[in-house]
């Protein structure tokens, strides 16, 4: 006779129909004999997500979005599926100690009951099944690279932890000169960090390589976010491609670039959010109701605002540093040619990296924001936190 689990898995993981699941979670609750199949087969279907690209913060990010009515759920079931199928390995790839200490509480077994438990597992089988193939961002779990370990620059942490401590404080103060202000700085140590490297590794014909990593892009107003996110990414040096239908944006770039994107990103859509909220309270405050139009508006004009102030910031670090080197003020790396060059070449790579992850994007011409009061308070925002690249844009 077939087993329980693959009646159960036959019967509900290729039907959207809800009685196909109830049909499913029965003939499992009635059966605690299968409870270590269905979990297995529930490794097994994150095991084969790693082989078609996905992270483990892909993975949970995926379901709260195809779960709306039963996200947080769905990601602490996720969670214990992914800690139990990734301590098969005896090392991670980069990155994935980090995104799985940052998973939700696995959710415990057979709770709240034995059938709910089941049809929960089940629902989630169901999206974790049709998970498409997406560009890899590194190798899966298991796999030698044959490449040896690099390790950071020398004061990157150092460099990191400064750069979040100016943020942090941005975010938290209610000062909008002093948000700018600590913004901006935080903009050009990156822009400095990103520089120093790039001498460093032209010096010592470092083996560094372009990478990439997947920034989730969520509901509501995803196209201003990705606008911001692609605007960021530009300024340091990174190239970013938006996946609207699966929520999330590559950004290829070097390591360090990559962190500084991720941080600067995360940092100005809660500067903006706070900022659009406060605008959003005097406009109700007059008796204006329309949320929404006012919402993505103010939205689209904070990221594209900050795409000019953020390639500017760069651009004036960079031409400050390229007339240190010339005249032998600058960080004394002795690279050939000089600065302009070296970061030629960097961009050549990344560019190189991204067109063979995405042979096939194509670039859209965002439009809708039609909230004028919006339009001019985002506008407002984005000055005062003084951030930007190209207008209007984004890769696809």
Partial sequence: MEPVTDQACAAALYSDDDSALD??????????????????RGEEFVRRAWDRGWHPADLVRSVRRELPDNGERGAALVAGLIVAETARYAALPPRWADQIAELPAPAPRNRPDRFTYAADL???YRVLLRLPSIEPVGPPPGTVTGLPHLPPAHDEPRMLTRIRALLAKAEATGFPEEAEALTTK???????????????????????????????VDAPYE????????????????????????GFTTVVGFESD??????????LLVQGTAAMTGAEAGQRAGGRKRTKTFRQSFLMAYAQRLGSRL???????TAAADVGTASGDGNGSGAPGGLLPVLAARDVAVTETAERMFPRTTTTRVRGAVDEAGWIHGAAAADRARMGGREGEIAR
């Fill in 23 to 40: 049909t499913g979670a029965s003939l499992l609750a009635a059966d605690p004999s299968s409870d270590d199949a269905l979990h297995a």
């Fill in 122 to 124: 089940l629902e989630l």
């Fill in 186 to 216: 935080a903009q050009e140590l990156m822009a400095r960090h990103s520089i120093d490297e790039a001498l460093l590794a032209a010096r010592s014909h470092g083996g560094r390589a372009p990478g990439a990593r997947r920034i989730g």
């Fill in 223 to 246: 196209t201003a976010k990705a606008i911001l996110l692609d605007a960021v990414a530009s300024a340091n040096r990174c190239r970013a491609v938006w996946n609207s239908d699966l």
């Fill in 258 to 267: 990559l962190e500084a994107v991720e941080l600067l990103f995360t940092s």
């Fill in 311 to 317: 390639a500017a910031d760069t651009e004036r670090v």
